[in-house]
């Protein structure tokens, strides 16, 4: 398949899994996952009108970066350590993988030196598996309001990870607990402002994802391949 059949395929499940779950297929952002590809398809992406670029490491989005920073918005989605804020601050507008409160600190450190805000998803861990990054449910109350001393991070929403095997709608109750997780938080008054959005849905399980509330899918090898293909 060529990339405008990727793109237009992935467009109609999004469209039908809207259509099942009663919502507007505008509600839904797509992120394209470059990890598994380089700079020239990367551009390729770009070209054929794809807003909005997730990379989870900066070493391998470097080059696509450097080559393209200027076009697209770009999303860090993965785990980030606090020493490499630095690289990361200015260049991606969104953050996926907040995790921790020591992360959060430095964002805004480094975030009030740029004079920039980046928008944040705050990363749970639903499932509670313990290989899975994120916080726990009940810490992000806390987390929340901490945030509200972090002026230059823009908490809009929240991120997960559903388990990786396993069928799609194996992921549903993880997907249907951080949209949950969403409405307590909004509720309790802890967020500065209601969070808005919510990242979850990959290319095994995004409809899934989508019929559970989905407002940011993080797409890679469904969407933009992988090179070897
Ligand atoms: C790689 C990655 C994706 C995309 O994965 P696919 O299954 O290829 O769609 C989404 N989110 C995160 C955090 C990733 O690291």
Same mark, same amino acid.
């Given at each position: ?23 507007? /297929? ?14 020239? &398809? ?20 470097? /080059? ?31 953050i996926h993988s907040l995790d921790r409160l020591s992360l959060a600190r430095e964002l805004e450190r480094q975030a009030a030196a740029a ?28 987390? &929340? ?13 929240? &991120?997960?990870?559903? /388990? ?29 402002? /209601?969070?808005?959005?919510?990242? &979850? ?12 509330g989905a407002t940011w899918v993080r797409l890679g090898s469904i969407l933009v391949g992988k090179e070897?293909?």
């Open positions: 398949m060529t990339l405008e059949q990727r793109i237009a395929q992935v467009n109609e499940s999004i469209a039908e899994a809207c259509k099942r779950a009663g919502r507007s /297929p505008e509600e839904v952002n797509v992120v394209a996952v470059t990890k598994y590809v380089s700079a020239e &398809m990367t551009g390729k992406v770009l070209d054929s009108g794809v807003e909005h670029i997730g990379e989870n490491r900066w070493q391998t989005a470097r /080059p696509k970066w450097e080559a393209l920073g200027d076009r697209g918005t770009w999303h860090f989605i993965g785990q980030l350590q606090s020493n490499k804020v630095k690289d990361i601050i200015g260049k991606f507008a969104y004079d920039i805000k980046i928008k944040a998803f705050v990363q749970v861990n639903i499932s509670g598996e313990e290989s899975k990054s994120g916080m726990l449910p009940e810490e992000t109350f806390e987390f &929340m309001r901490r945030m509200r001393d972090f002026p230059h991070i823009d908490a809009i929403g929240l &991120m997960t990870m559903a /388990p990786l095997d396993g069928e799609a709608e194996a992921a549903r109750p993880v997907f249907r607990g951080l949209r949950e997780l969403k409405d307590r938080l909004n509720a309790s008054g802890e967020p500065a402002k /209601p969070l808005e959005h919510l990242s &979850m849905g990959m290319s095994g399980d995004f409809e899934v994802a989508i019929e559970e070897e293909d």
